[in-house]
């Protein structure tokens, strides 16, 4: 099946500090999501991408949908404690679908 | 607020025992999903359904079924628990078939001794 590559798998961080973090795959995607599951939780969408290209932003966030169609990154700028979470990509190739990357744990240290 | 909820936060079962894992969700959904959560692989798709009593398989059924026989209810059966079926489950509905439309519940975590 396809493979979605997401780095990094973890990241300690100071308060105030922007994040990246990115995926890769040798397949293309439709549609890139990404998603934040707080400790305990269940994963909550921040960005959905539909356009190679694509440039969103959420507030702090802001994800951009690669142009080959196969990599996507997310941006969090001036990290704050409650940024603390599992950060997950997904993409959408058809059928409704969704491919996970492994996730991107993030610690913000106040 | 939707919402969806899943029976337990933890569960602990013996090897060869079924398990039913149940999923409710309260905003009239068509679609529902579960899927595994493992460290270092993210979220896997195991089942699915688009309709009341109708099921398709995800990217790794086996080991696992599915009931939906009502619209708001989703469980997800393990007919003879394994221990490489420790993990944590999320069920999602979603109000289409977009993959953007989806809500997760808040898990449930197996230990399979």
């Known amino acids: 099946g396809q493979q979605l590559n997401q780095s990094p798998q973890s990241m300690f961080i100071q308060e105030g500090e922007d994040v990246s973090m990115n995926c890769t795959s040798s397949?293309?995607?439709?549609?890139w999501l990404w998603y934040k599951q707080d400790p305990g939780e269940g994963p909550v969408l921040l960005i959905a991408?539909?356009?190679?290209?694509e440039l969103t932003s959420n507030g702090r966030l802001t994800a951009q949908f690669g142009i080959t169609r196969k990599d996507s990154f997310l941006n969090i700028s001036a990290s704050i404690p409650s940024d603390v979470g599992i950060y997950f990509c997904?993409?959408?190739?058809?059928?409704?679908?969704?491919?996970f990357g492994e996730g991107t744990q993030l610690t913000v240290n106040p | 607020d939707v919402k969806v909820t899943q029976s337990s936060r933890y569960l602990v079962k013996r090897t060869g025992e079924k398990v039913f894992l149940e999923c409710v969700q309260d905003?009239?959904?068509?679609?529902m999903f579960w899927y595994r959560q493992d460290p270092g692989l993210g979220l896997r798709l195991i089942y699915f359904?688009?309709?009341?009593?109708?099921?398709e398989k995800g990217d790794i059924p086996e080991g696992y079924s599915v009931s939906r026989e009502k619209k708001e209810r989703f469980s997800l059966i393990l007919e003879s628990a394994s221990t490489n079926q420790t993990s944590m489950y999320l069920c999602?509905?979603?109000?289409?078939?977009?993959?953007?439309?989806?809500?997760f519940g808040p898990g449930t975590r197996l230990t399979v001794l």
């Open positions: 397949s293309i995607f439709n549609t």
């Open positions: 991408l539909y356009k190679a290209g």
């Open positions: 905003m009239d959904h068509e679609n």
């Open positions: 997904a993409g959408e190739t058809s059928g409704s679908r969704l491919t």
């Open positions: 999602a509905s979603s109000p289409t078939i977009r993959t953007d439309t989806q809500y």
């Open positions: 359904s688009y309709d009341v009593k109708m099921k």
